[in-house]
Nanobody
């Protein structure tokens, strides 16, 4: 069982920045693809960004490209999401997800991830 704990959410003005972190309790962290998803009230959980374990490739939802950066530190078992130029529409609960070992084929879909954190609230004020 892998535990994921997110931190770093908060209230930020439009144009501001936040850095989310996700700590994993897993010695095999470096063989799991990791991602951030978000869910706004009344909406489905949507893909934000992913880091693929096999080649370090990163991929983003179009609306966050150029503003958000996902990164991972295998030595610390953490994955981060740097969010710049935040917009009101970025408001959501942000979740960290981890695939099964050597996973990542369905990186942009929630069903591609088997472990989830509890979520952290990000609120952008206009």
């Amino acid at each position: 069982q892998v535990q994921l704990v997110e931190s770093g959410g908060g209230l930020v003005q439009a144009g501001g920045s936040l850095r989310l972190s996700c700590a994993a309790s897993d010695r095999t962290f470096n063989t799991r693809s990791m991602a951030w998803f978000r869910q706004a009230p009344g909406k489905e959980r949507e893909f934000v960004a992913a880091n693929i374990w096999s080649d370090g490739r990163t991929t983003y939802q179009d609306s966050v490209k150029g503003r958000f950066t996902i990164s991972r530190d295998n030595a610390k078992n953490t994955v981060n999401l740097q969010m710049n130029s935040l917009k009101y529409e970025d408001t959501a609960v942000y979740y960290c997800g981890a695939t099964d070992l050597c996973g990542g084929g369905s990186y942009s879909y929630p069903y591609g991830y088997v472990y989830w954190g509890q979520g952290t609230q990000v609120t952008g004020s206009s």
